[in-house]
């Protein structure tokens, strides 16, 4: 019995030692320690991107020759026993349950060998970030009026004129409003006064830009007449800037004044022909200081008084404001930062006429007793605005935009690119061939 | 009944003590395998984090200061490219050269065609100390070799006119249709130092990656040269190069005198490695760079005219390169007996496209684990291989 016992207990560890020793087979010394292969994928690929070939060629069509290096390139440098399958997929978008779907393949073999590992790579190209500007007024205004004058004179936009300005104007101010209007000459200035829509756009809360420096067109007619736009007992044309302010108020403009001091002449090449403005320039009648002054009386709904004791501060090296440099960056404008400013307005203004200042673009300094700004958007308490930037000249336009958008403040909204059309899917599977 | 049990027994005994040994070589297999799988992981992941980390300073391949934490990718890149700067400051493991006149040892990092990347030894970090930094200091071994993918082979093939065969392969397959940008550099003998110009062009690879260089009207035959070569395709690039010199007995070495400051001297051959001849050598050097879309740029230096001379008695001169930037520095030298010559030292490994090879010897080690990564060094497509072995205990060799 104790025989069988022993037998049986000898034949069962010979067939369990067997057994083990049968079945204890371990994996091939090469998978003991094999290569990082999905490393060495994705370093391939970003190899391959270094100088950004790869994000073109995945974009291009797959009858396109770059396909062709992008094989040669892969086969270069993978080592001899790497076989590879790149696979470019499209990222799907919309209601879809399919997220890729493959539009291009490459392969030096229709296997991928003993041992295989796949690194994906993202990659995105021809791809615009922009952004789409809000648009100022809303439902309520939004009108830029240009004014391009065919008949008018500049003056302190020395090497400019004032079509030149105003189309430049035009390019940085146009798409952050609901419709531009280019007046093209004082008959059609005179209609819009006389609130006449040119096309058919909203008159009322619009901005009007004057480009032609200190001086300010003059529709000829009603607007030159006596008590209206002409001052007979002072001999000048004053009335019709003191009008002017009374039309910024009625209509709730923002009056723009691109350099200098404002409202300093008129201008009408046909009225004024024989006249010019004490420099030469034809075209143009000098109103002097009271230009301004009449202008703020109006906007403040004052009595006309002709007055030519206004003033402006003395030349003076000017900086922008904090709050101006962060718009700076908002809008991507950048007028240099320190600017020469020869027609500073005086701070008492604010006081005299019931104004604010509503934005602040260079800092204020003080001469003597007096305070004042080279650049700032005024706001009359009741309605209208005036933009006043008394630098010296040459004018920078940038500066004006800057002043407008630093006021109305127009949101600035992203676009970004849809991923299904600047993004697309790398996949690169790569495999060891060889015996284990 | 005794002789049946003691039989049985014995066999019994012996039956037990054949499945103990068998389960006992089972294990120790078992034990080894883990031992290989895991000095495989530990090498993969040491050779991304060398590959994936600029170090600390990041900007430590440009200045004099030694790292505290190895990495040696580029710090402008977040993906795979090396800095070349840190890669010029590993430590050569030829023989370092010695410079008389500064005292001074040089790690001496070559392509073997006798143009070098010598560095003055204390500038450079040595295998222990990066070892610690790595923290395999007393546990694992490593060697880290860095070979241009792309292999560029120039061949003169006429001398007037001048004509070059030029073969590119790469690790797998030739690089086929790829394009040749390329720069004969020319030395012209007439005035008292030498001058040179560039001539520069392009070319295209057939199926087999080769192609033909013709310089129609340049007699090269008793003149020195050297043509400098990128080849590539979209995403890959290779370089190459070819020299010439008339003047077989002297050279001008240049010297990496401060890594800082980019300043190098230029030495003469009489000096380190102990020529006959001690001509005094007139010289002309320029800097050249390499754009990203591998356009030449010859960059004049100042004090780029000049005399090198052998002996104690003279002194060095030093030239001042960009030293942020990669380039080649171009040194054309002439005798006095209007025999020729051109040294060529890259700044950063890249534009030579010089082969690294960094740390210990893996050879008579048991077992060796390696890994490779692609990588990139001043546009130059290069591979990454990483071999490492285990410094401690069981069935490691020679412990």
Partial sequence: MMRTVETILVVMLLIAALTTSLFATWPSLRNASSQDLRRIALTTLETLDADNSLSETVFKPSNDSAWDDLQIALASCLPPNVVYNLTVYQILNGSSTELYSPINSISNSKGLGESTDTASYLVTYNATFSKTPGKIGGTYGGTLYMLNCSDASGWWITGYTGQSLAQDLLNLLSQYFQKTVVVQNTTQLGQILNRTALQNETLQNAVVCNVFGEVVPIPQGYYTSANVGYDPINSSYARYCYTLGQKVREYNWTWVSIVGWPLYYVSNTAYFASTQNTYGIYGVNRVGQAGRTAFLQGLDNQPYYYNTTSGVGPGRVVNLTSEAQDYCNYYGLYPNPSQTASRSMPLSVVNDYNLTIAFQMFDTYVDGSSSYVSGALFSNSVSGSLLALGLTRTPDVRLTALGLLGYYKPSLYPIEPTTSSSSRLVILSVGRMGGT | ?399
């Fill in chain 2, 1 to 399: 009944m005794t002789i049946d049990h003691l039989v049985s027994t014995t066999i019994l005994v012996a039956v037990i003590l054949i499945f103990v040994g068998l389960a006992n070589q089972t294990l120790q297999s078992a034990i080894i395998y883990q031992r290989h799988a895991n000095l495989a992981t530990r090498c993969s992941s040491l050779l991304d984090s060398i590959l994936l980390s600029s170090g600390v300073p990041s900007y430590w391949g440009t200045n004099n200061s030694a790292p505290t934490v190895f990495g040696l990718q580029d710090p402008e890149s977040l993906k795979n490219e090396l800095s070349s700067f840190s890669l010029m400051r590993l430590r050569s493991g030829t023989e370092p050269v010695y410079y008389s006149k500064t005292g001074s040892y040089y790690s001496n990092t070559t392509i073997g065609s006798g143009d070098s990347l010598l560095e003055p030894l204390a500038e450079t970090v040595n295998y222990t100390a990066v070892s610690e930094l790595l923290g395999t200091n007393g546990t694992y071994g490593f060697q880290l070799t860095l070979t241009p993918t792309i292999a560029v082979s120039i061949l003169k093939v006429q001398s007037n006119p001048l004509k070059f065969s030029i073969n590119v392969q790469g690790t797998g397959s030739p690089l086929s249709n790829g394009i040749v940008d390329y720069c004969l550099i020319i030395i012209d003998v007439q005035g008292s130092y030498p001058a040179y110009s560039l001539n520069c062009g392009t070319a295209s690879l057939d199926n087999l990656g080769s192609a033909l260089l013709n310089f129609s009207g340049i007699d090269g035959s008793s003149r020195s040269f050297a043509l400098l070569a990128y080849a590539h395709l979209p995403g890959l690039v290779g370089m190459g190069y070819y020299k010439q010199v008339t003047d077989h007995e002297n050279s001008v070495i240049p010297l990496v005198f401060d890594v800082e400051d980019g300043e190098v001297i230029l030495a003469h051959s009489y000096d380190i490695d102990g020529r006959s001849d001690a001509t005094a050598l007139a010289y002309n050097a320029t800097f050249v760079s390499v754009s990203e879309d591998l356009a030449f740029t010859d960059n004049p230096l100042q004090n780029s005219i000049g005399m090198v001379y052998s002996g104690g008695g003279s002194p060095y001169g030093i030239l001042t390169i960009s030293k942020d930037t990669s380039g080649i520095l171009v040194a054309a030298y002439k005798k006095s007996d209007g025999t020729t010559g051109i040294t060529l030292m890259p700044w950063g490994i890249g534009p030579l496209a010089f082969p690294i090879t960094f740390g210990g010897s893996p050879t008579g080690k048991e077992w060796v684990s390696t890994d490779m990564r692609q990588a990139v060094v001043d546009n130059v497509g290069y591979q990454v291989v990483l071999s490492m072995w285990s410094l401690e205990g069981y069935e490691v060799t020679g412990q």
